[in-house]
């Protein structure tokens, strides 16, 4: 097991809701991405956090938020979701920015957006 | 746009073949290119990396060779098992705000 974890394993929204989904990264580790990855397709970069600031962003529209805790926890927050956001959504943590730094994935939260 | 195209998009070797896994990437401002291994129902694992000044990186089974002028790089699964099957990703990072990007994933399965 990596130590990341995230909650909840499961979810059904409705288009134009919104949802925050929740990580819990390594002890330590001060930088979290999250990524979203759709059926059969790569994680496509949403937004990395570092020490409570974002540090980049991927192509996805200001609707996906963001939050960094001092406690290791993060949230992603999807606001008006629509049909598309339906995927699974990964978070890593890492120790630092070094792109040597490993990232360790969580096992996602497979999103249902009807 | 920034891409990595990766191919095949699924492989079936026979057990104590050689799996092999092609990327090829757009951007030269990438300077880290790690594989990534998933199987169902957990998250992507980091496999194996390497950086763009080498050109060949070996991890037990696991080889990367790296084409730097081609820009493109591959991964060698020597002496196959059927645990080896999983979805394969490749990826390129890089300091730029889009951080890393990820092929579209290779599925592996090996027969026994």
């Known amino acids: 097991e990596t130590g990341v974890t995230q909650s909840p394993t499961h979810l059904i929204k409705t288009r134009g809701q919104q949802v925050t989904l929740r990580c819990s990264s390594q002890?330590?580790?001060?930088?979290v991405s999250w990524y979203q990855q759709a059926l059969g397709q790569g994680p496509q970069f949403i937004f990395q956090?570092?020490?409570?600031?974002?540090?980049g962003r991927g192509n996805f529209p200001p609707r996906f938020s963001g939050l960094q805790f001092p406690n290791y926890s993060s949230e992603l927050n999807v606001n008006a979701l629509e049909l598309d956001d339906s995927a699974l959504y990964l978070c890593?943590?890492?120790?630092?920015?070094?792109?040597?730094?490993?990232?360790?994935f969580g096992p996602g939260t497979r999103l249902t957006v009807l | 746009q920034q891409q990595v195209k990766q191919s095949p998009q699924s492989l079936i070797v026979q057990k104590g073949g050689i799996s092999i896994i092609n990327c090829a990437y757009e951007?030269?401002?990438?300077?880290?290119f790690p594989w990534y291994q998933q199987f169902p129902g957990k998250g992507p694992a980091l496999l194996i990396a390497?950086?763009?000044?080498?050109s060949e990186k070996k991890e037990g089974r696991f080889t990367i060779s790296f084409n730097k002028s081609a820009k493109q790089f591959s991964l060698h699964i020597m002496d196959s098992q059927p645990g080896d099957s999983a979805t394969y990703f490749c990826?390129?990072?890089?300091?730029?705000?889009?951080?890393?990007?990820f092929g579209s994933g290779t599925r592996l399965s090996i027969r026994p």
């Open positions: 890593a943590s890492s120790l630092g920015l070094a792109v040597t730094d490993t990232q360790y």
């Open positions: 956090y570092y020490r409570e600031e974002e540090n």
């Open positions: 951007n030269t401002a990438f300077d880290y």
């Open positions: 390497i950086r763009p000044d080498v």
């Open positions: 990826a390129a990072e890089g300091s730029s705000a889009s951080k890393i990007i």
């Open positions: 002890s330590g580790h001060n930088t």
